[in-house]
């Protein structure tokens, strides 16, 4: 069964409708794999394998009828972010508890109605705050990578730190993911998995539990490039239920895939080369640049000259709208309940429980930056920067067609060596803030192995709207990289 389980999105799809195998099979194949590797990975927060099987049947129904849809019979994961009807969604805090939305996110009804099949929900930072998974509620999800040689548990990445581990351990076909800062592609680059965070607008946030929401997209993790494609374009449309959705054709991702990138302008922003970069890092990024040189393009080095801003306005802006967002858990409507002798009292009460420690950090941020005194020293600087970089980026698009840099500062790294430190934690974010700021898509696709063979990730920066020159140039640096590595089996 073990094949099933290692095929793409793409080779399952085909698979199915060829009748090679059954959803039921592939599905158990999956729920098989998710049993025994779950307890030490801890990807799932919540299996639905009933729900998944019934699912299954039904597509296997549909597929023999002839009436197979796009996604028909593919067993998926769902972070547990987004909101599925008559299922625990937890956003991995306690103060949601138990809760069980009467309704269902918008992206995953999208899915659902294509054909797809739940497996389960998946962990992720508590409310999709940090860069680790480890602030979950749930406890940290475990990197399927370890280092050459050793036997240290490494981080996946986060904040969908669940979708990344799942995806690259085989324990879904592809898995859903949101990203306001990040949480996307630093996952998808610490796993060796493909990871794209479409533009502002291009999925509806409705049912997704709201971090900040200027800044939230949900987009998908997938084993390879033409799979996160192929779900995107079925999560991605237009939704009445969220007005800052793009009333916009959602174009057929997949078909940029394989198309000639030659004559393309990259950009190579100077400010992104950090310093402390480690040499590994500077070294694929030159690569990358080679590969893209190699598939006809020409590279141009541009700038980016607030980019040194983007993490400080990044961390004021993401914790304000946080404090406002996560003002409605107080204990009265949602999960968590903590009596005390006055309504106050009980709102404290069930607030300190719930919140986690991070959680906490960034409500009393934002709740500071947006006091009066401090809202035009903190909040409205922010939003002065963000604006900076926007432009940046803008003035960028006049001369190249699309940005190449890498995704994260370093490798997977390991559990535990950063929850004391706050800042070394945001860190990890500084080249993955700056396209939430400005709201344009960015997609990660692994590229290579570190020397204790750890997966590096390189970033492709778009245009508004541009998805498909991303998929074009990733499918382009996919062939040329050859990255087919999966992690060694220890679970
Ligand atoms: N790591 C960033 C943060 O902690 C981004 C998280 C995200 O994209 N959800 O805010």
């Given at each position: 069964m073990s094949a099933l389980t290692a095929l793409t999105l793409k080779g399952a799809l085909e698979g199915l409708a060829s009748k090679q195998f059954s959803s039921e099979e592939i599905t158990r194949a999956h729920i098989a794999a998710i049993e025994a590797a779950n307890p030490q990975l801890n990807a799932y927060v919540l299996t639905t394998p009933e729900k998944a099987l019934e699912g299954a049947r039904a597509a296997d129904a549909r597929i023999a009828a002839g009436e197979a849809r796009p996604l028909e019979g593919a067993p998926i994961g769902i972070k547990d972010l987004f909101c599925t009807e008559g299922v625990r969604s937890t956003a991995c805090s306690k103060i949601l508890g138990n809760f069980i939305p009467p309704y269902e996110s918008t992206v995953t009804a999208n899915l659902w109605r294509e054909g797809a099949v739940m497996l389960g929900k998946l962990n992720l930072d508590e409310f999709a705050m940090g860069s680790s998974n480890e602030s979950s509620a749930f406890g940290p999800v475990v990197n399927p990578w370890k280092s050459r040689g050793s036997n240290q548990p490494l981080t996946p990445g986060g904040s969908s730190g669940g979708s990344a581990a799942a995806v690259a351990a085989d324990l879904c076909l592809a898995a859903t993911a949101t990203d306001t800062g990040g949480s996307i592609r630093q996952p998808a680059a610490f796993t060796g998995t493909v990871g794209i965070k479409p533009t502002y607008g291009r999925c509806s946030r409705y049912g997704i539990v709201a971090f900040a929401s200027s800044l939230d997209q949900a987009g998908p993790i997938a084993k390879t490039v033409e799979d996160a494609a192929i779900l995107l374009r079925a999560m991605a449309g237009h939704d009445q239920k969220d007005s800052t959705s793009l009333n916009i054709e959602v174009p057929d991702f997949a078909s940029f895939v394989g198309k000639s990138v030659k004559?393309?302008?990259?950009g190579v922003?100077?400010?992104y080369r950090l310093d402390s970069m480690p040499a590994e890092i500077a070294a694929l990024w030159d690569q990358g640049i080679a590969w893209?040189?190699?598939?006809?393009?020409?590279?141009r080095e541009v700038s980016?000259?607030?980019?040194?801003?983007?993490?400080p306005a990044y961390y004021i802006i993401a914790p304000a709208e946080a404090s406002s967002n996560l003002a409605r858990y107080d204990g009265m409507r949602f999960g968590l309940r903590q009596e005390g002798?006055?309504?106050?009292?009980?709102?404290?009460n069930s607030r300190a429980a719930g919140f986690g420690a991070e959680v906490q950090r960034r409500i009393l941020i934002g709740t500071y930056v947006l006091?009066?005194?401090?809202?035009?020293?903190?909040?409205?600087?922010?939003l002065k920067v963000r604006r900076r970089?926007?432009?940046?980026?803008?003035?960028?698009?006049?001369?190249?067609?699309a940005l190449l840099t890498p995704t994260a500062p370093s490798a997977a790294f390991g559990l535990g060596e950063r929850v004391a430190d706050p800042i070394a934690m945001y860190l990890n974010d500084v080249f993955t803030v700056t396209t939430n700021l400005a709201g344009l898509p960015g997609l990660s696709l692994p590229a290579g192995l570190d020397s204790t063979g750890l997966p590096l990730g390189l970033q492709l920066i778009g245009r508004p709207l541009d998805e498909g020159t991303l998929f074009s140039l990733a499918g382009a640096m996919e062939d040329a990289a050859g990255f087919r590595s999966k992690p060694e089996k220890w679970w």
């Amino acid at each position: 069964m073990s094949a099933l389980t290692a095929l793409t999105l793409k080779g399952a799809l085909e698979g199915l409708a060829s009748k090679q195998f059954s959803s039921e099979e592939i599905t158990r194949a999956h729920i098989a794999a998710i049993e025994a590797a779950n307890p030490q990975l801890n990807a799932y927060v919540l299996t639905t394998p009933e729900k998944a099987l019934e699912g299954a049947r039904a597509a296997d129904a549909r597929i023999a009828a002839g009436e197979a849809r796009p996604l028909e019979g593919a067993p998926i994961g769902i972070k547990d972010l987004f909101c599925t009807e008559g299922v625990r969604s937890t956003a991995c805090s306690k103060i949601l508890g138990n809760f069980i939305p009467p309704y269902e996110s918008t992206v995953t009804a999208n899915l659902w109605r294509e054909g797809a099949v739940m497996l389960g929900k998946l962990n992720l930072d508590e409310f999709a705050m940090g860069s680790s998974n480890e602030s979950s509620a749930f406890g940290p999800v475990v990197n399927p990578w370890k280092s050459r040689g050793s036997n240290q548990p490494l981080t996946p990445g986060g904040s969908s730190g669940g979708s990344a581990a799942a995806v690259a351990a085989d324990l879904c076909l592809a898995a859903t993911a949101t990203d306001t800062g990040g949480s996307i592609r630093q996952p998808a680059a610490f796993t060796g998995t493909v990871g794209i965070k479409p533009t502002y607008g291009r999925c509806s946030r409705y049912g997704i539990v709201a971090f900040a929401s200027s800044l939230d997209q949900a987009g998908p993790i997938a084993k390879t490039v033409e799979d996160a494609a192929i779900l995107l374009r079925a999560m991605a449309g237009h939704d009445q239920k969220d007005s800052t959705s793009l009333n916009i054709e959602v174009p057929d991702f997949a078909s940029f895939v394989g198309k000639s990138v030659k004559g393309l302008r990259i950009g190579v922003p100077k400010e992104y080369r950090l310093d402390s970069m480690p040499a590994e890092i500077a070294a694929l990024w030159d690569q990358g640049i080679a590969w893209l040189k190699a598939a006809g393009c020409e590279i141009r080095e541009v700038s980016l000259p607030h980019t040194k801003y983007a993490l400080p306005a990044y961390y004021i802006i993401a914790p304000a709208e946080a404090s406002s967002n996560l003002a409605r858990y107080d204990g009265m409507r949602f999960g968590l309940r903590q009596e005390g002798g006055t309504l106050t009292e009980t709102y404290e009460n069930s607030r300190a429980a719930g919140f986690g420690a991070e959680v906490q950090r960034r409500i009393l941020i934002g709740t500071y930056v947006l006091s009066a005194g401090y809202y035009d020293a903190y909040y409205l600087k922010a939003l002065k920067v963000r604006r900076r970089i926007a432009d940046d980026f803008e003035a960028a698009f006049t001369e190249v067609d699309a940005l190449l840099t890498p995704t994260a500062p370093s490798a997977a790294f390991g559990l535990g060596e950063r929850v004391a430190d706050p800042i070394a934690m945001y860190l990890n974010d500084v080249f993955t803030v700056t396209t939430n700021l400005a709201g344009l898509p960015g997609l990660s696709l692994p590229a290579g192995l570190d020397s204790t063979g750890l997966p590096l990730g390189l970033q492709l920066i778009g245009r508004p709207l541009d998805e498909g020159t991303l998929f074009s140039l990733a499918g382009a640096m996919e062939d040329a990289a050859g990255f087919r590595s999966k992690p060694e089996k220890w679970w």
